[in-house]
């Protein structure tokens, strides 16, 4: 796999910096042009500021259509029972004839013809709740949404990441929590994140990062494969439909090679979970 990792400043070459430098290059150009046109032809900046003025209309109107088109899938998707969706994908056929299914199910079912890489029953899936100080009250009825959800809580790998920066209150309030809720879930643990690490931004993606390397070093130990690509009571549903119910290329190409046993559906900051943030 490649290192994806940003380099420290000490360890970038000339051409890193140089596509580094490109982007704000660019966009402080376009934003200085109209004035830089007007000292060579007043027409040449009218027409720079007329083209401007054209595109965003143009993408303000292509931005509403995708946002009203991304809600409408939503809320089809949020009506679908995907419960039903991934016992058709365990039995590789229709469970239920009264059950009301998208088209797309049927095209996923005919296109795997029993050539699944593994079943919805057997992903793992974790949750990795991101907290500076957030207090009990926040954080215990994040933990008790994804207890109520429609899963197997025996298949959820529970992760509340912490920040060493917000104190012993903090650290406290996780650790009780995590005794709490812990037999619950097929794991649970607290991570903290130690502070001024060298190099490394403060905010939520370093210490979500953190945790999911901490996730993986768990997922070893227990012979879990995680994946290191791609809730609420539908959506660890859905991923698990869509996660099985992928072509064995892409898989593999996500896996790296490909899975057996179980796999870990993952997503967001860091390497191998789904976050939620608090």
């Given at each position: 796999?490649?290192?994806?990792?940003?380099p420290?400043?000490?360890?970038?070459?000339?051409?890193?910096?140089?596509?580094?430098i490109?982007?704000?290059?660019?966009?402080?150009?376009l934003?200085?042009?109209p004035l830089?046109?007007?000292?060579?032809?007043?027409k040449?900046a009218?027409?720079?500021?007329?083209a401007y003025?054209?595109?965003?209309?143009?993408?303000?109107?292509?931005?509403?259509?995708?946002?009203i088109?991304?809600?409408?899938?939503?809320?089809?998707?949020?009506?679908?029972?995907?419960?039903?969706?991934?016992?058709?994908?365990?039995?590789?056929?229709i469970?239920?004839e009264?059950?009301?299914r998208?088209?797309?199910?049927?095209?996923n079912?005919?296109?795997?013809?029993?050539?699944?890489?593994?079943?919805?029953?057997?992903?793992?899936?974790?949750?990795?709740?991101?907290t500076?100080?957030?207090?009990?009250?926040v954080?215990?009825?994040?933990?008790?949404?994804?207890?109520?959800s429609?899963?197997?809580n025996?298949?959820?790998?529970l992760?509340?990441?912490?920040?060493?920066?917000?104190g012993?209150?903090?650290?406290?309030?996780?650790?009780?929590?995590?005794?709490?809720?812990?037999?619950?879930f097929?794991?649970?643990?607290?991570?903290k994140?130690?502070a001024?690490?060298?190099?490394?931004i403060?905010?939520?993606g370093?210490?979500?990062?953190?945790?999911?390397?901490e996730l993986q070093?768990?997922?070893?130990?227990e012979?879990?494969d995680?994946d290191?690509?791609?809730?609420?009571?539908?959506?660890?549903?859905?991923?698990?439909?869509?996660r099985?119910?992928?072509?064995?290329?892409t898989?593999?190409?996500l896996?790296?090679?490909?899975t057996?046993?179980?796999a870990l559906i993952?997503a967001?900051?860091?390497?191998c979970?789904?976050?939620?943030?608090?």
């Amino acid at each position: 796999m490649k290192q994806i990792e940003i380099p420290y400043e000490k360890d970038r070459s000339r051409h890193y910096r140089f596509f580094e430098i490109l982007p704000g290059a660019l966009s402080w150009t376009l934003l200085f042009m109209p004035l830089i046109l007007s000292l060579i032809d007043v027409k040449l900046a009218v027409f720079a500021i007329f083209a401007y003025m054209l595109i965003y209309f143009v993408r303000s109107i292509a931005y509403s259509i995708r946002a009203i088109g991304g809600y409408r899938t939503m809320k089809e998707h949020m009506r679908l029972d995907w419960q039903m969706l991934n016992r058709d994908l365990e039995t590789e056929a229709i469970t239920d004839e009264r059950g009301t299914r998208p088209s797309w199910h049927y095209d996923n079912l005919k296109r795997l013809g029993g050539n699944f890489l593994f079943k919805p029953s057997q992903l793992t899936q974790a949750v990795i709740i991101a907290t500076v100080n957030e207090s009990r009250e926040v954080l215990e009825p994040t933990i008790q949404a994804v207890l109520e959800s429609a899963y197997d809580n025996q298949k959820i790998v529970l992760v509340i990441a912490y920040e060493a920066r917000a104190g012993q209150e903090a650290e406290e309030r996780v650790h009780e929590l995590v005794e709490l809720y812990k037999d619950r879930f097929r794991h649970a643990m607290a991570v903290k994140h130690p502070a001024n690490i060298p190099g490394e931004i403060i905010g939520k993606g370093g210490n979500v990062t953190r945790a999911g390397r901490e996730l993986q070093k768990y997922l070893e130990s227990e012979r879990i494969d995680p994946d290191t690509e791609p809730f609420r009571s539908q959506l660890k549903k859905d991923l698990a439909y869509l996660r099985a119910g992928m072509p064995q290329r892409t898989a593999g190409l996500l896996n790296g090679e490909a899975t057996r046993g179980d796999a870990l559906i993952g997503a967001g900051s860091g390497r191998c979970a789904n976050h939620l943030h608090a």
